[in-house]
């Protein structure tokens, strides 16, 4: 009796010590297996999440459809204001999509929706509940396949009642993506997360569907990526809390698409089965594959194909098959010597430089972000032989760098430069702001380097493409001069 006290209290003080959110890992725990048998008009009560005020609220809801692998619940409210019948031929489209579509398309994908944690209510359906949420389209919690207190003890995703029906649609394609990969992954980071549940819609074959395709959408561009074009110092880490999570989403997509094309979708499904996360898990599975690349480099390339999307280049290593996509230009140069300062890098996003008619010969002088950060540079010449690339990562120590280029009757020049750490391991798991540094630059016709540099150097051929491009990068202290004069400058 002693010991059933012991066992019962040390029960509770662990429950207590549990705590829940959204986007936090919580231990989990078999609780009793609950065999669900619902039925088309019952009545439940379901724990929603509130993410204005962070609270738990409760949400009164009945059945009006059963699929092969769904439920669909509508809470109370909303169907009074449409009306039953209407309800009910909403939440059976939904059901016919989702037992048709989207649920064989994304196991396909991403593997059985238990996952590695199992089933919690021992009933193959998936719990989808609409109702007027507080903000945003839909979500998902994990906490609902795990025990604590708000548990709905079942799998389950909320989708917005204000949603159209292609609204509805994608948004369960997606949330029941973050379904299944959180059943199999709790630690990955967000631009994974949201990356590789954009492209489930994708993968569903909606982004290629007239009828899902919003007014003047590109095939296979999703609505996030759409936005994203025009602004690439987007970062692809971090996703703004405030205001601008929505670029960050298709930059995240524009992504995955990439790395699906370029190495396969199998990359994507085996990033659930191994213990590395973020960009040290794509290096680990790239790795596994055959490919020997570092996040970095891949990062250079994927941002020089957002850029040019130019197919035939390196095995198509700079442009994208089933997409057309042009990342904005940040500043378009007509005449050289040009110069700017204090232009905003956001890490992992990239500013985009075009020269218009540059000359021969021009060389690229620009600061590098302070340690332990990095810059990534690509250098993309378009002349008489072709397009040519030059790609380089300089540690950073706040330093002027130097990249001189050279080609024959250069047609077009763009430089991408952004703001990287060295050696990346990880990424965010949580929705916050983009760390950022104000980089100054100055771009100079011919060769541009300054004589006095304690750095010895010589001129070496880089074959790139299909031309040899000639690339130099030094550094080179900014003296007491230059520093007071870009004090005064900003």
Same mark, same amino acid.
């Given at each position: 009796? &002693?010991?059933?006290?012991?066992?019962?209290?040390s029960l509770i003080v662990f429950s207590c010590l549990l705590s829940f959110s959204s986007k936090e890992?919580?231990?989990?725990?078999?609780?009793?297996?609950?065999?669900? /048998?619902?039925?088309? =008009?019952?009545?439940?009560?379901?724990?929603?999440?509130?993410?204005?005020?962070?609270?738990?609220?409760?949400?009164?809801?009945?059945?009006?459809?059963?699929?092969?692998? *769904?439920?669909?619940?509508?809470?109370?409210?909303?169907?009074?204001?449409?009306?039953?019948?209407?309800?009910?031929?909403?939440?059976?489209?939904?059901?016919?999509?989702?037992?048709?579509?989207?649920?064989? !398309?994304?196991?396909?994908?991403?593997?059985?929706?238990?996952?590695?944690?199992?089933?919690?209510?021992?009933?193959?359906?998936?719990?989808?509940?609409?109702?007027?949420?507080?903000?945003?389209? =839909?979500?998902?919690?994990?906490?609902?396949?795990?025990?604590?207190?708000?548990?709905?003890?079942?799998?389950?995703?909320?989708?917005?009642?204000?949603?159209?029906?292609?609204?509805?649609?994608?948004?369960? *394609?997606?949330?029941?993506?973050?379904?299944?990969?959180?059943?199999?992954?709790?630690?990955?980071?967000?631009?994974?997360?949201?990356?590789?549940?954009?492209?489930?819609?994708? &993968?569903? =074959?909606?982004?290629?569907?007239?009828?899902?395709?919003?007014?003047?959408?590109?095939?296979?561009?999703?609505?996030?990526?759409?936005?994203?074009?025009?602004?690439?110092?987007?970062?692809?880490?971090?996703?703004?809390?405030?205001?601008?999570?929505?670029?960050?989403?298709?930059?995240?997509?524009?992504?995955?698409?990439?790395?699906?094309? /370029?190495?396969?979708? /199998?990359?994507?499904?085996?990033?659930?089965?191994?213990?590395?996360?973020?960009?040290?898990?794509?290096?680990?599975?790239?790795?596994?594959? =055959?490919?020997?690349?570092? @996040?970095?480099?891949?990062?250079?390339?994927? $941002?020089?194909? *957002?850029?040019?999307?130019?197919?035939? $280049?390196?095995?198509?290593?700079?442009?994208?098959?089933?997409?057309?996509?042009?990342?904005?230009?940040?500043?378009?140069?007509?005449?050289?010597?040009?110069?700017?300062?204090?232009?905003?890098?956001? *890490?992992?996003?990239?500013?985009?430089? !075009?020269?218009?008619?540059?000359?021969?010969?021009?060389?690229?002088?620009?600061?590098?972000?302070?340690?332990?950060?990095?810059?990534?540079?690509?250098?993309?010449?378009?002349?008489?032989?072709?397009?040519?690339?030059? !790609?380089?990562?300089?540690?950073?120590?706040?330093?002027?760098?130097?990249?001189?280029?050279?080609?024959?009757?250069?047609?077009?020049?763009?430089?991408?430069?952004?703001?990287?750490?060295?050696?990346?391991?990880?990424?965010?798991?949580?929705?916050?702001?983009?760390?950022?540094?104000?980089?100054?630059?100055?771009?100079?016709?011919?060769?541009? $380097?300054?004589? /006095?540099?304690?750095?010895? @150097?010589?001129?070496?051929?880089?074959?790139?493409?299909?031309?040899?491009?000639?690339?130099?990068?030094?550094r080179k202290r900014r003296s007491k001069k230059n520093r007071n004069f870009e004090k005064r400058s900003?």
């Open positions: 009796m &002693h010991r059933k006290m012991i066992l019962i209290l890992t919580i231990s989990h725990i078999e609780p009793e297996v609950l065999t669900l /048998q619902e039925n088309f =008009g019952d009545q439940r009560d379901f724990w929603t999440r509130n993410f204005v005020i962070q609270e738990y609220e409760q949400v009164h809801a009945t059945l009006l459809a059963v699929g092969n692998w *769904c439920y669909l619940y509508m809470d109370n409210r909303t169907i009074d204001q449409l009306g039953q019948s209407q309800a009910i031929q909403k939440c059976e489209i939904y059901a016919d999509e989702f037992d048709d579509n989207i649920y064989p !398309k994304n196991v396909e994908f991403m593997g059985d929706p238990d996952g590695i944690f199992g089933d919690i209510d021992g009933d193959p359906r998936i719990t989808i509940l609409i109702y007027p949420a507080v903000r945003g389209g =839909g979500y998902y919690l994990e906490g609902n396949e795990m025990d604590h207190t708000h548990s709905n003890y079942r799998e389950m995703i909320y989708i917005n009642s204000v949603l159209n029906t292609v609204q509805a649609i994608t948004t369960i *394609c997606h949330e029941f993506n973050h379904l299944i990969l959180f059943n199999s992954d709790l630690n990955e980071a967000d631009f994974l997360i949201e990356g590789i549940a954009e492209y489930s819609i994708y &993968h569903a =074959g909606y982004f290629s569907d007239d009828s899902y395709i919003p007014p003047g959408l590109r095939l296979n561009l999703s609505y996030h990526a759409n936005y994203y074009e025009d602004h690439p110092e987007t970062s692809l880490f971090y996703f703004d809390p405030v205001e601008y999570a929505y670029l960050t989403y298709g930059a995240s997509y524009m992504f995955i698409f990439y790395l699906v094309e /370029q190495y396969g979708i /199998q990359v994507i499904t085996n990033l659930l089965a191994i213990d590395s996360d973020g960009p040290k898990g794509v290096e680990k599975v790239l790795l596994h594959h =055959g490919y020997n690349i570092s @996040f970095n480099e891949l990062f250079l390339n994927w $941002i020089t194909a *957002c850029t040019i999307d130019q197919l035939g $280049i390196h095995n198509n290593l700079y442009g994208f098959v089933n997409l057309d996509f042009h990342s904005a230009i940040s500043t378009e140069i007509e005449n050289l010597p040009y110069s700017r300062n204090n232009v905003q890098h956001n *890490c992992y996003g990239f500013d985009v430089k !075009k020269i218009n008619s540059p000359p021969n010969e021009f060389t690229l002088k620009i600061e590098t972000p302070k340690s332990p950060r990095s810059l990534g540079i690509s250098a993309i010449i378009h002349d008489d032989n072709g397009w040519n690339i030059t !790609k380089s990562i300089v540690t950073g120590n706040g330093d002027f760098t130097y990249l001189y280029l050279t080609g024959e009757n250069i047609e077009t020049a763009y430089i991408l430069t952004s703001m990287i750490k060295k050696d990346v391991e990880d990424a965010p798991r949580d929705f916050i702001t983009a760390p950022f540094e104000n980089l100054d630059y100055r771009i100079y016709e011919g060769y541009n $380097i300054p004589e /006095q540099s304690s750095f010895s @150097f010589s001129i070496t051929a880089v074959l790139i493409v299909f031309l040899s491009s000639l690339t130099l990068i030094v900003e």
